[in-house]
């Protein structure tokens, strides 16, 4: 159908439409898709941090359905939407390059990201609404110092990390003196 649409406007001399259509193809050519089931383990650890095993314990454990369907009707399967978020949330990442990876043009890549999101938001959101909950009691604190201890961290009481933390921090002001 795009050779046919080609020819018709080399005819009729529309170069524009000559360009439009040469340039939707280069693009749609350099799109590939990456197999998340044909990755190997080490592949998989790589490209999303996680074990795969690790992975569908976290979908199953976040309540994410097994299709995704985006408010622009994009669909995926909730470990697809799973695997594009991840990807997006490790630095640096831009839907740009997410695009080649996966396949999606950039747009779709970003209803995806959202869409799981706010699946996400809506099923636990709760959990970081208020800080006055059970798993932040002392002994549970202590509990994940140890974890991170036993990881060879140098810090003897650190419990949560900036980009995970549910604590509150302090940023300094300008000119602040610590």
């Given at each position: 159908?795009?050779?046919?649409?080609?020819?018709?406007?080399?005819?009729?001399?529309?170069?524009?439409?000559?360009?439009?259509?040469?340039?939707?193809?280069?693009?749609?050519?350099?799109?590939?898709?990456?197999?998340?089931?044909?990755?190997?383990?080490?592949?998989?650890?790589?490209m999303f941090r996680f074990?795969?095993?690790?992975?569908?314990?976290?979908?199953?454990?976040?309540?994410?359905?097994?299709?995704?369907?985006?408010?622009?009707?994009?669909?995926?399967?909730?470990?697809?939407?799973?695997?594009?978020?991840?990807?997006?949330?490790?630095?640096?990442?831009?839907?740009?390059?997410?695009?080649?990876?996966?396949?999606?043009?950039?747009?779709?890549?970003?209803?995806?990201?959202?869409?799981?999101?706010?699946?996400?938001?809506?099923?636990?959101?709760?959990?970081?609404?208020?800080?006055?909950?059970?798993?932040?009691?002392?002994?549970?604190?202590?509990?994940?110092?140890?974890?991170?201890?036993?990881?060879?961290?140098?810090?003897?009481?650190?419990?949560?990390?900036?980009?995970?933390?549910?604590?509150?921090?302090?940023r300094p002001q300008e000119?602040?003196?610590?």
């Open positions: 159908m795009a050779d046919n649409s080609m020819i018709l406007a080399a005819l009729e001399n529309d170069d524009e439409l000559l360009f439009l259509l040469n340039t939707e193809e280069r693009e749609k050519s350099v799109l590939h898709k990456v197999n998340i089931d044909a990755l190997n383990d080490e592949q998989f650890r790589s074990q795969r095993e690790d992975m569908t314990r976290l979908s199953c454990a976040l309540r994410l359905p097994t299709k995704v369907v985006c408010e622009n009707r994009t669909v995926c399967s909730g470990m697809q939407g799973l695997c594009i978020l991840i990807r997006s949330l490790a630095y640096p990442s831009r839907l740009e390059d997410l695009s080649h990876v996966f396949g999606r043009s950039k747009a779709e890549l970003s209803y995806i990201c959202n869409t799981v999101l706010n699946l996400i938001d809506s099923e636990h959101g709760h959990l970081l609404e208020n800080l006055n909950q059970s798993w932040l009691a002392h002994n549970q604190l202590d509990e994940m110092v140890d974890s991170v201890r036993r990881c060879d961290a140098p810090l003897s009481n650190c419990w949560g990390f900036i980009d995970g933390t549910v604590r509150p921090i302090c000119k602040a003196s610590f």
